[in-house]
Nanobody
Framework: QVHLVESGGGLVQAGGSLRLSCTAS??????MGWYRQAPGKQRELVAT???????NYADSVKGRFTISRDNAKNTMYLQMNGLKPEDTAVYYC?????????WGQGTQVTVSS
């Protein structure tokens, strides 16, 4: 059975940092990534990382967020620096196999101004 468990969300002041983690179990994933959804908005891609470490970022987070993964631990991370109030959202982990994708339950990130 596949599980994705996120952690690391919370409340932080603008300019601060948070580190999100997503630990996967049940299978080996190729690409993993983070999406976020703010109130009243559509879910949007934040960043993705392949198994060999190739990364892709949304323009809005480039230079501030860093995605990484530890394949031995089947865990992915999102280091978020220079947080802005507009980064406030529920952040979701997603993991892909050749046949399907799986979502985590989400973790709330709130950035106060």
């Amino acid at each position: 059975q596949v599980h994705l468990v996120e952690s690391g969300g919370g409340l932080v002041q603008a300019g601060g940092s948070l580190r999100l983690s997503c630990t996967a179990s049940g299978t080996i994933f190729s690409t993993m990534g983070w999406y976020r959804q703010a109130p009243g908005k559509q879910r949007e891609l934040v960043a993705t990382i392949t198994r060999i470490g190739s990364t892709n970022y949304a323009d809005s987070v480039k230079g501030r967020f860093t995605i990484s993964r530890d394949n031995a631990k089947n865990t992915m991370y999102l280091q978020m620096n220079g947080l802005k109030p507009e980064d406030t959202a529920v952040y979701y982990c997603i993991a892909y196999t050749p046949l399907t994708s799986y979502w985590g339950q989400g973790t709330q990130v709130t950035v106060s101004s």
